[in-house]
Nanobody
């Protein structure tokens, strides 16, 4: 059974950092491209970043200066380091494989507010 479990979210002030984690099970993690997405209240889920099986990374243009995606194949985990957080980064953050699996995890809530 495939599981994607996101964690690491929380309430932070503008300018602070967070590191999100996504632990995957039930898949051959090392052979899959992985991606992070986010969904703000009342909006559609949007692409944030991706990392290929070989480690090549791609980011949403507006985020690449502040966010870093990485992976640890030994831990079946993909990470998202988010720096200089802004209120507009407030969203639920999800991970998935690429192409996407039909089942998504519960996500992790990130709230950026003073």
């Amino acid at each position: 059974q495939v599981q994607l479990v996101e964690s690491g979210g929380g309430l932070v002030q503008p300018g602070e950092s967070l590191r999100l984690s996504c632990a995957a099970s039930g898949i051959i993690f090392s052979g899959n491209d992985m991606a992070w997405y986010r969904q703000a209240p009342g909006k559609q889920r949007k692409f944030v970043a991706r990392v290929s099986a070989s480690g090549y990374t791609v980011y949403a243009d507006s985020l690449k200066a502040r966010f870093t995606i990485s992976r640890d194949n030994a831990k079946n985990t993909v990470y998202l380091q988010m720096n200089s957080l802004k209120p507009e980064d407030t969203a639920v953050y999800y991970c998935n494989t690429l192409p996407n699996l039909p089942t998504w995890g519960q996500g992790t809530q990130v709230t950026v507010s003073s």
